[in-house]
């Protein structure tokens, strides 16, 4: 089965400017996690998406978003994009939907740098 | 006080050493997870525990639910297990991941 494959793996913009990353979860699985890996904050929990509804939400401003079509794939989009938003975002899907009691399959992440 | 506190937060070992990685946390679970992040950034999930113990090859994972206390020991040590182990509270009340700052392990050949 292939893994958990994210796109693209690098970006560059600039602030203000929006962006889209797109994750596509191992075959089955109906649940995609987002997460946002800083040097300063970690690794912090963006949101999980099942059967294309939003299932749990972290703590981030309304500036990030996402969505999962009935394939399960999912996007993130970070609007008016800022500094401090350069991160290795990472995402992760599972079988059942649930991130406390389910193991995760994280993908190989995306690093955005914001110049 | 971060809910998921990591110790150390660096290690530097010789090979063949025992490793021991600890974890404390504050919340109610409803799992314990040791992941390990190599250089270039993927993730993998080692351990899911919520009680006792569990043992994969060279890695042991236990928990200590009364004390919120989980530990990652690796035996026999190997420069390939160089590495980023991130421990991660399953939260038991809203169903989030909560995540440790990580410890650095770095194994001298």
């Known amino acids: 089965k292939a893994g958990v494959t994210q796109t693209p793996r690098y970006l560059i913009k600039t602030r203000g400017q929006q962006v889209t990353l797109s994750c596509s979860p191992i075959?089955?699985?109906?649940?995609v996690s987002w997460y946002q890996q800083t040097p300063g904050q970690g690794l912090q929990f963006l949101f999980e998406?099942?059967?294309?509804?939003?299932?749990n939400k972290g703590n981030f401003p309304g500036r990030f978003s996402g969505r999962q079509f009935s394939n399960s794939r999912s996007e993130m989009n970070v609007s008016t994009l800022e500094l401090g938003d350069s991160a290795l975002y990472l995402c992760?899907?599972?079988?059942?939907?649930?991130?406390?009691?389910?193991?995760?399959?994280f993908g190989p992440g995306t690093r955005l740098t914001v110049l | 006080k971060n809910e998921v506190e990591q110790s150390p937060q660096n290690l530097t070992a010789q090979e063949g050493e025992f490793i021991t990685i600890n974890c404390s946390y504050s919340?109610?679970?409803?799992?314990l997870h040791w992941l390990q992040q190599h250089p270039g950034g993927g993730i993998v999930s080692l351990f899911m525990?919520?009680?006792g113990k569990k043992k994969h090859g060279r890695l042991i994972a236990t928990i200590n639910i009364q004390e919120k206390h989980s530990s990652l020991h690796i035996t026999a040590s190997h420069p390939r297990d160089s590495a980023v182990y991130i421990c991660?509270?399953?939260?038991?009340?809203?169903?989030?991941?909560?995540f440790g700052k990580g410890t650095r392990l770095h194994i001298l050949p």
């Open positions: 992760a899907s599972n079988l059942a939907g649930g991130l406390s009691y389910n193991e995760q399959f």
């Open positions: 075959s089955g699985h109906r649940s």
């Open positions: 998406y099942f059967s294309e509804t939003q299932r």
């Open positions: 919340v109610g679970i409803s799992a």
């Open positions: 525990l919520s009680s």
């Open positions: 991660a509270a399953g939260g038991n009340r809203d169903d989030k991941i909560i």
